[in-house]
């Protein structure tokens, strides 16, 4: 809530044949930019979002963003330098909800299954980073953040295929995942752009299920109980 400061003028008054003085209270408007900047770079991800999510990437505006949070047109560019820098962030973020989003469903669950569920479900859910993500030209692929990011998605889809295949499959598991990845990428893309019938539309998680067991279906690992 933006509260309205507030000063005091003097008012000259005749009373009884005097002049008196009194102070009365004026409120004066609230200040055209508010916003305190305690972590303006999120802000800034978080109105990048919202504007991907409405119109897309190709949309986005360093100054529309600007407008949006309420800071001058210079304040995007000191933290992100142009358009294709603050894509970068959007998409390291991306990869970042994604690993935490695959292994929390690995983690809980055992089930390589699960985790091209998981997939799906973000893709659906968190659209705007999903657009971006796996647009390489938009954004900075060689960035630390993004390549520490996709590093843990890496990490967690990969050694739940090793898993998943069992001893001496090592030369296995980078085509297993491609081919997994295609399986799961193309659903979700389906699903976002409304080329599925609407019974099967209607439930992308359960559809990923019937459609991922023959692929994924292997030994289940004991889920992790200690997170």
């Known amino acids: 809530m933006i509260l309205a400061a507030a000063r ?55 100054r529309e963003i600007a407008r949006k949070v309420g800071v001058s047109h210079a304040a995007p560019a000191h933290h992100f ?8 962030a959007v998409a390291a973020e991306g990869y970042r909800r994604l690993g935490e989003s695959l292994r929390a469903a690995y983690g809980s669950t055992g089930s390589f299954l699960e985790v091209g569920v ?15 993500m796996f ?7 060689d960035d630390p953040e993004v390549v520490a990011a996709l590093g843990t998605v890496d990490d967690t889809v990969f050694g739940a295929i090793r898993t998943m295949l069992g001893p001496g499959q090592e ?4 085509t297993a995942g491609v081919a997994a990845w295609s399986l799961v990428h193309g659903l979700a893309m389906l699903t976002i752009n409304g080329n599925l019938p609407p019974e099967l539309a209607a439930d992308p998680e359960g559809l990923t299920r019937t459609i991922g067991a023959a692929a994924f279906r292997g030994p289940r690992r004991a889920p992790d109980t200690t997170t």
């Open 8 to 62: 005091y003028v003097v008012c000259r008054h005749l009373v009884n044949g005097k002049m008196q003085d009194y102070h009365r209270s004026v409120t004066q408007p609230a200040p055209a930019h508010p916003y305190h900047h305690g972590d303006l770079r999120r802000a800034l991800l978080e109105a990048a979002e919202q504007m991907i999510r409405e119109s897309g990437p190709a949309s986005l505006s360093l």
């Open 81 to 88: 330098k142009d358009k294709t820098g603050l894509l970068t």
């Open 135 to 141: 647009r390489p030209d938009l954004y900075r692929r």
């Open 118 to 132: 998981a997939y799906v479900r973000f893709a659906l859910a968190e659209r705007p980073y999903f657009e971006v």
């Open 171 to 174: 030369d296995r598991v980078q």
